[in-house]
Nanobody, 127 residues
Framework: QVQLVESGGGLVQAGGSLRLSCAASGRTFSSYAMGWFRQAPGKEREFVAAISRSGGNTYYIDSVKGRFTISRENAKNTVYLQMNSLKPEDTAVYYC????????????????????WGQGTQVTVSS
């Protein structure tokens, strides 16, 4: 089992940057594929980015490609989401999620595949 704690959210002007972190408990972080999701008020939680357990494979929704970067440091049990050129439509609560996998190359884009979730961190982008 793993516990996830997000941090790094805040208020930023449009065009600015934030880096979100998700710290995982336990000694088997490198066994988990990780993902970032977000949920805006009145909307469903949506996939943002995913990374395989090895870090070698990543995937993004089209709206953040070229602006967001997901990465991980297995030695620090942490996954990151670097967000640049932020837009007001990026405003949401951001959640990280984890799924234990045996393959180093797998990642997941659907909520249903993730077993563990953090509590979320608020990102607000002002225009």
């Amino acid at each position: 089992q793993v516990q996830l704690v997000e941090s790094g959210g805040g208020l930023v002007q449009a065009g600015g940057s934030l880096r979100l972190s998700c710290a995982a408990s336990g000694r088997t972080f490198s066994s988990y594929a990780m993902g970032w999701f977000r949920q805006a008020p009145g909307k469903e939680r949506e996939f943002v980015a995913a990374i395989s357990r090895s870090g070698g494979n990543t995937y993004y929704i089209d709206s953040v490609k070229g602006r967001f970067t997901i990465s991980r440091e297995n030695a620090k049990n942490t996954v990151y989401l670097q967000m640049n050129s932020l837009k007001p439509e990026d405003t949401a609560v951001y959640y990280c999620a984890a799924r234990a996998v045996t393959s180093g190359s797998l990642y997941y884009t659907e909520r249903v595949y993730y077993d563990y979730w953090g509590q979320g961190t608020q990102v607000t982008v002002s225009s």
